[in-house]
T-cell receptor
Framework: GQNIDQPTEMTATEGAIVQINCTYQTSGFNGLFWYQQHAGEAPTFLSYNVLDGLEEKGRFSSFLSRSKGYSYLLLKELQMKDSASYLCAVKDSNYQLIWGAGTKLIIKP | EADIYQTPRYLVIGTGKKITLECSQTMGHDKMYWYQQDPGMELHLIHYSYGVNSTEKGDLSSESTVSRIRTEHFPLTLESARPSHTSQYLC?????????????FGPGTRLLVL
């Protein structure tokens, strides 16, 4: 079956750096997405990786290793507004998105 | 900013009632999706459409039906609501013209079936 694993919850301090990991086992691979979802709201797109390596976008970076079935989202200079769930999703061989359950990130002052 | 709308935002309804959840987008996107999400859980795809008159079932078994008569409109209907249908329903769309195909989500409908 298809599976995406993320830690359920992480806690970090305002101003610090946090890395959220995602491992996946899917039938085929056509890209990996990270979305942010604030409580009670809809997910919003953060990043996309299809080739190995690091993609940087401001305070957020996303890394992919296809051979290891692994990605991480790196958040720098954490702000209180970064408290949210971060969803990892993989597009499989049928070009359908398979979603992880998300990692709830709690930022403390 | 994405222009995708869902109504109602919240709905409390009795068992056995027929309900339709509305979803509209003004971006001209060809692809549209319905997801079901329980608190703290992953999104499950229940229906999708790649264009007018195209509808497919997703990987989550669902007793709902959808229609795609117009590009901008993708309603979801439950013929007979049950307590097991209590969940959040998210509608999304994507342009379907690139590999990235970012999905834009509506605000969701929170459904409670008593």
């Amino acid at each position: 079956g298809q599976n995406i694993d993320q830690p359920t919850e992480m806690t970090a301090t305002e101003g610090a750096i946090v890395q959220i990991n995602c491992t996946y086992q899917t039938s085929g691979f056509n890209g990996l997405f990270w979305y942010q979802q604030h409580a009670g709201e809809a997910p919003t797109f953060l990043s996309y990786n299809v080739l190995d390596g690091l993609e940087e976008k401001g305070r957020f970076s996303s890394f992919l290793s296809r051979s290891k079935g692994y990605s991480y989202l790196l958040l720098k200079e954490l702000q209180m507004k970064d408290s949210a769930s971060y969803l990892c999703a993989v597009k499989d061989s049928n070009y359908q998105l398979i979603w992880g359950a998300g990692t709830k990130l709690i930022i403390k002052p | 900013e994405a222009d995708i709308y869902q109504t109602p935002r919240y709905l409390v309804i009795g068992t056995g009632k027929k309900i339709t959840l509305e979803c509209s987008q003004t971006m001209g996107h060809d692809k549209m999706y319905w997801y079901q999400q329980d608190p703290g859980m992953e999104l499950h795809l229940i229906h999708y459409s790649y264009g007018v008159n195209s509808t497919e079932k997703g990987d989550l078994s669902s007793e709902s039906t959808v229609s795609r008569i117009r590009t901008e409109h993708f309603p979801l209907t439950l013929e007979s609501a049950r307590p097991s249908h209590t969940s959040q329903y998210l509608c999304a769309s994507s342009p379907g013209t690139s590999d990235v195909e970012t999905q834009y989500f509506g605000p969701g409908t929170r459904l409670l079936v008593l």
